[in-house]
């Protein structure tokens, strides 16, 4: 007898809102200073689900 199998999990993230972002970050480090442009990166790659490659065409 064969089990039931669920369909597969999709990874599918509800949009949130970030409200802050905080580090703890170790001391004597240099710091780097993060723009808009990469923080959409990461928000299109994270949020979005695309690729790399996607995100550089957009």
């Known amino acids: 007898m064969r089990s039931k199998r669920s369909a597969p ?8 809102s970030i409200t802050s972002f905080i580090l703890n970050p170790p001391k004597n480090q240099e710091i780097v200073f993060i723009g808009f442009s990469e923080i959409e ?7 979005e689900g695309l690729s790399q490659q996607e995100t550089g065409q957009k």
């Open 41 to 47: 990166a990461f928000r299109l790659v994270d949020l």
């Open 9 to 16: 999990k999709t990874n599918h993230r509800k949009h949130t």
